[in-house]
């Protein structure tokens, strides 16, 4: 996967995430809608530019619930 970030002329820049396989296309396409973005404290390691690290965690999608009779 590749994380491109998009910038815009009149907008707010924005980031891009791009499947570069048929799995990573699936996995995106099955959680996109329930993903939650998130901040937190980055490790040591991780060396960030501002001391955070920002995900994206994909939920397993909703099943609709079927009525009882």
Known sequence: MKLVVTRYVNESPAL???PESEYEAAVL?????????????ASSVDESADGF??????????KPEVAAD
């Open 29 to 41: 396409s099955r959680y996109w809608r329930g993903a939650e973005l998130s901040r937190v404290r």
């Open 16 to 18: 891009a995430v791009i």
């Open 53 to 62: 690290c920002y995900s994206i965690k994909f939920r397993e999608p909703q």
